[in-house]
């Protein structure tokens, strides 16, 4: 059974720092995409960041470019979420989800719980 | 990377055929066949429900169909049931390893 349990999220003021885990089992994690999808209180999905099932390619939507950093140690199964500069526009529950190819996100096939990262003074 | 339009909510009534829209642009729905669609329950992750435009995964009931036509995207429900009330989100690809969602619509079960 595929399970992604995401980890790491809290409570951060604007400007700071937060690293996000996510624990995965079920499947051979090296050979699948990964990416973290977030959804603010109320709001929609929005497509955060991509990995390939290597590492060697990441991708990120334009409102994280610079600020967040994706990676994995396929040793340990899991996926990381490097958040810097943290805003306000921020707070999200943020998923970690499964592509179901090694190299290209086009879809997501399994989900985790989500964390919860609130920016806020 | 500008979100695809999907109308924000609609309704029906149990036993009826459902319809959502999702639309996007050239660069996205238009030039790929990888629209997939998501349910969220309140409180609850997102599940995939079709991909790659028509495909269902394992396990969803084949009262969920896509298709699509030029730019836009669609989900149908038939045979509405009262559990299928939820959030519904289209995605699609977008190029270069990225994807981008609409906007969600919530259908009520009336």
Sequence with gaps: EVQLLES???????????????AASGFTFSTYAMSWVRQAPGKGLEWVSAISGSGGSTYYADSVKGRFTI????????????????????????YCAKAPAMTTVTSFDYWGQGTLVTVSS | ???LTQPASVSGSPGQSITFSCTGTSSDVGSYNLVSWY?????????????EGSKRPSGVSNRFSGSKSGNT??????????????????????????????????????
């Design chain 2, 73 to 110: 995207a669609s989900l149908t429900i038939s045979g509405l049931q009262a559990e299928d009330e939820a959030d519904y989100y289209c995605c699609s690809y977008a190029g270069s390893s990225t994807v981008v969602f609409g906007g969600g619509t919530k259908l009520t079960v009336l």
């Design chain 2, 39 to 51: 349910q969220q329950h309140p409180g609850k992750a997102p599940k995939l429900m079709i991909y």
């Design chain 1, 71 to 94: 990676s994995r140690d396929n040793s340990k199964n899991t996926l990381y979420l490097q958040m810097n500069n943290l805003r306000a526009e921020d707070t999200a529950v943020y």
């Design chain 1, 8 to 22: 790491g999220g809290g409570l951060v003021q604007p400007g700071g720092s937060l690293r996000l885990s996510c």
């Design chain 2, 1 to 3: 990377q500008s979100a």
